[in-house]
């Protein structure tokens, strides 16, 4: 009878086992009173032990032909249970992968006394039924039960190929011949690592580069590890071991050590800030972030880092390049700061041929932001110094202040006139504008559409490179590690160790890297986008690119070599934008759209 079994040919025989090998097929012999006495005649049956026997046999085949299931979870490795199944012991005393020794009718008790090595075949065919029944049986919920306790998972092609091994045993095989388990993913995922959940006008479009400039490595010292574990703490609500990892962190941390433990003071103050958040009080909880000495310490890193110092030295050539052929420039700006950028630009429309017959600027404070009282004399401070330095250049100037909100922004409002230039200049402004994740109405999108509305000539975009928005809380944590962590190594090429300078600037990174780590909800007012999404979000604001070609790109890179041997710089072209790195990381991006 042939079995169905893929193992089993024609005439009963199993491959692997010897062709040719009659399979035994059990029954109770006895000898009848009337035949030829002993165990050697002819055995006679009844009727009713042929039935038995068809039974028997119908039963048999239907154990081999029935459908195999694949399940998705299975009973534990099978590793150990195959190794006491096939082991010559086990086969000797026939009993099963249970312990308990088999019940009723045995195959191999009709042979053992006759063809040893039949024997142990025959006792394999019935474990292997075992095993089987075990692992495909029709019982779908206790062997889940059995899956979810052991959590381990067979597939269907492991048991296929685990069945082809077993068959082709034919003596005492060796556990090491199964396949080795698959990984889990226990084992291969990084609790850390970056996941972003981008919003819904900007979800998978930053680029190749930018993912790989941006990618977040692994932690790669104690102190980063220590670091990571005690954010996966805080994700995972356990307080406990968040605590002790913190203060496993802080041994390690010294804000005057080098870049990896001023790193990890820093990023430990954001960790214990998110722990425990300050008292609620009448300010903003962002106006640190507004203040004048951030302010202040803001500019100093722009001084500093060359990655800052050239994005704004972009933003100056596009509105330049705006300016072209135009007697009249005018520029609009959302965050005017110390006006350092336009003292630069003055400069250099003072170096023009022909100059332009007059130079404007309107710098917009918009209520909402939460500026100290002080800030409105601070602009008109701002607004006196560059008056008087564009006077010395033989620069009209013209410098003013409105305040206004998104939804009030229109050339009317703003001044603009028909014959002048106008452009718009976006540096490290938008990050700080919340999008559809923190309110419906999108104040971030409703600025971009009021200012595509302006059209102006060219739209200079400069942003920190960092996925900090609506990446989830441990990957938005690595991410600001990986950040901050390059740029705390560059300070090291450009500020001394122990410079005062220096402690104002970790301080405001500290500021922004806490607000970025340690507040949700509109108190999170650092809201770093790759320039892959900057991209996206303008485009569908509908803005174009205006490719930053070697007119531009060339002389950054000469002002970039003018500032000394500092390997650790570089300028790199990408998606008509330029980004400026830290021994490959992409700390700054500057593009120009219209």
């Not at 590890?225 to 406990?240: F, K």
């Not at 968040?242 to 041994?251: C, I, P, T």
């Not at 060359?306 to 135009?326: D, M, S, T, W, Y």
């Amino acid at each position: 009878m042939a079995s169905g079994f893929p193992g089993r040919d024609s005439r009963g025989s199993y491959a692997g086992f010897g062709g040719g090998s009659a399979v035994q097929i059990p029954f109770q012999g006895r000898s009848d009173g009337g035949g030829g006495g002993g165990g050697a005649g002819v055995l006679k049956r009844t009727l009713s032990e042929m039935e038995r026997r068809q039974q028997q046999m119908a039963l048999q085949q239907a154990l081999f032909l029935r459908s195999v299931k694949q399940k998705i979870h299975m009973a534990s490795p099978l590793s150990s249970d195959l190794g006491s199944l096939t082991s010559p012991s086990s086969i000797s005393s026939g009993c099963l992968v249970q312990g308990g020794p088999q019940r009723g009718w045995h195959p191999a008790a009709l042979e053992s006394d006759r063809n040893p090595k039949a024997a142990t075949e025959s006792a394999m065919r019935n474990q292997l039924h075992e095993l089987e029944r075990r692992l495909l049986g029709d019982d779908e919920e206790e062997e889940l039960e059995e899956a979810t306790a052991s959590g381990s998972a067979v597939t269907g092609s492991e048991w296929g190929e685990t069945m082809r091994q077993l068959i082709s045993i034919s003596a005492a095989p060796s556990p090491s011949s199964l396949p080795p388990p698959p990984p889990t993913m226990a084992n291969q995922s990084n609790p850390l690592s970056p996941s972003p959940s981008p919003s819904n006008s900007s979800s998978s479009n930053s680029t190749a580069s930018s993912t790989a400039s941006c990618s977040t490595p692994p932690p790669s010292n104690p102190s980063r590890q220590l670091l990571s574990d005690a954010a996966a703490a805080v994700a995972e609500g356990n307080l406990a071991a968040a605590a002790a990892s913190l203060a496993a962190v802080r041994r390690a941390a010294s804000p005057r050590g080098d870049a990896e433990q001023r790193l990890a003071a820093m990023m430990a103050a954001a960790l214990a800030s998110r722990l425990d958040p300050p008292a609620p009080s009448g300010a903003h909880p962002a106006a640190d972030l507004f203040a004048a000495e951030h302010r202040f310490a803001t500019q100093l890193l722009h001084d500093a880092s060359p990655c800052f110092k050239l994005g704004l030295a972009v933003a100056n050539l596009a509105i330049l390049e705006a300016a072209r052929g135009h007697p009249k420039l005018h520029v609009v700006d959302f965050d005017v700061g110390s006006g350092a950028q336009h003292a630069e630009l003055i400069r250099a429309l003072a170096e023009r041929r022909p100059r332009p017959a007059s130079l404007k600027i309107t710098a917009v404070a918009d209520p909402a932001y939460p500026l100290p009282a002080a800030a409105a004399k601070g602009l008109r401070d701002v607004g006196d110094r560059l008056s008087k330095l564009a006077d010395r250049a033989g620069v009209g100037l013209r410098f003013s202040i409105v305040s206004l909100r998104a939804a009030e922004l229109d050339r009317a409002s703003l001044g603009c006139e028909p014959d002048e230039a106008l452009a718009v200049n976006l540096a490290f402004v938008l990050s700080r504008i919340a999008d559809e994740s923190v309110s419906p109405a999108n104040p971030r999108d409703e600025l971009l559409r009021r200012v595509r509305a302006l059209a102006p000539r060219a739209v200079a975009l400069v942003e920190q490179e960092m996925s900090g928005n609506t990446a989830p809380f441990a990957a938005r944590f690595a991410e600001a590690c990986a950040h901050y962590g390059a740029l705390l190594e560059s300070l090291e090429a450009t500020l001394g160790r122990d410079s005062a300078d220096r402690a104002r600037v970790e301080a405001a990174l500290s500021r922004k890297a806490t607000n970025t780590v340690a507040r949700e909800g509109p108190e999170r007012v650092e809201r770093c986008e790759l320039f892959g999404k900057w991209r996206a979000r303008m485009s569908m604001a509908g803005f174009r690119p205006l490719p930053l070609g070697p007119g531009v790109a060339e002389p950054v890179r000469a002002r970039l070599a003018s500032t000394g041997p500092n390997p650790g710089f570089a300028v790199k072209e990408d998606a008509g934008g330029l980004g400026f790195s830290w021994m490959g990381r992409v700390l700054t991006f500057a593009s120009a759209w219209r």
